[in-house]
């Protein structure tokens, strides 16, 4: 069977299982997959389920065969019931990055990291962690992955994701811009979430806090992956190209300098966004060290459409050539 086919017969299966859930027991399609994702992994339903539940369930889990599914594969399916769950969710935390996004960082850490034999890996905004676990699938190495997501429904989605696609992942349901028991770690990713933090009081801990009304959690969100990350480690972050041209971006830069080195910005391509204002680039970041130094060339581009394979072809020599150059 052909791997799309594949993923969209199991989409068609998890979703309907869903739905299920979601009219016989009248809760919202994102609650009741995740409903549905528990059933699967624990295959005991839960108390409050009817007869009739229990067995369309019992007949979807069959159906969907989940030992016979790869991970990536998996993956994609729980990716898409997400999808059509959050089609009309205005709330930016609500949204999902895009899998070649994903499979970019993915890339990334990969080159900056490669060598390494373990890499402890940290998304401080993981939401259903469809980030998270793409890169871990993604990396030829031993991780060991931390999540952080405040959203209830959506650490739900995360934390059965995890565990259908047999990844281990310590997750933390917190306010993210709060402290974590967290060692520090190798590399933060994220999609940063846009807009500003409510919590002043929490804010006023950050060096990037506004100086009078409530601060930016794109920025707190940078600050507080730099206060995760070792020495010499990295942060890969996805960005609205905005981010500089803010009221507060002197004192973003002003901090950045001090921190970190500035490694590469990225501009993902523009069709993948409604419009210019909503366009987004990855943003990479070296947490400074005694040993770390900036790189000679920053790595920018204009990212192609993910379509044009001969474009991405060619952008990928030149950034292998950029990290080959830098040492890497």
């Excluded at 409530?214 to 190209?241: A, D, M, R, T, W």
Aim: contains cysteine.
């Amino acid at each position: 069977m052909l791997e799309q086919t594949k993923i969209e017969s199991s989409f068609q299966v998890l979703d309907e299982m869903a739905e299920n859930i979601q009219q016989q027991m009248d809760l919202p399609y994102i609650e009741s997959l995740a409903v549905g994702l528990e059933y699967l992994f624990t295959n005991e339903p839960t108390d409050d389920m009817h007869d009739l539940l229990k067995q369309k369930l019992q007949k979807g889990s069959e159906k969907l065969n989940i030992p016979g599914l790869e991970k990536e594969e998996l993956r994609k399916v729980i990716q898409l019931c997400i999808l059509k769950g959050m089609h009309n969710a205005t709330q930016q935390q609500h949204l999902i990055t895009p899998d070649t996004v994903a499979m970019f960082v993915a890339y990334l850490v990969q080159k900056l990291l490669g060598k390494q034999d373990k890499v402890r890996l940290f998304d401080p905004a993981c939401g259903s962690a469809n980030l998270l676990t793409a890169v871990v699938n993604q990396l030829n190495t031993e991780v060991e992955a931390y999540g952080s997501e405040v959203d209830t429904s959506l650490i739900q989605l995360a934390l059965m994701s995890a565990n259908l696609q047999e990844i281990e992942v310590e997750f933390f349901h917190q306010d993210s811009l709060r402290p974590f028991l967290l060692e520090p770690v190798d590399a933060v990713i994220g999609d940063l979430p846009v807009g500003y933090y409510p919590d002043d009081v929490q804010a006023n801990n950050y060096e990037l806090k506004a100086d009078s009304g409530h601060s930016y959690s794109h920025h707190l969100f940078i600050e507080q992956g730099l206060n995760y990350v070792k020495e010499g480690g990295y942060l890969l972050y996805v960005i609205p190209n905005f981010l500089f041209d803010s009221d507060q971006a002197e004192k973003l830069n002003n901090f950045l300098h001090k921190h970190a080195h500035i490694v590469g910005i990225l501009q993902l391509p523009l069709s993948m966004f409604k419009s210019e204002s909503n366009a987004k680039s990855i943003f990479i970041l070296q947490k400074k060290g005694i040993e770390t130094k900036a790189p000679k060339q920053v790595l920018m581009a204009q990212l192609p459409s993910f379509k044009d394979v001969a474009s991405v072809d060619n952008i990928l020599i030149n950034i292998n050539q950029w990290f080959k150059e830098e040492g890497y």
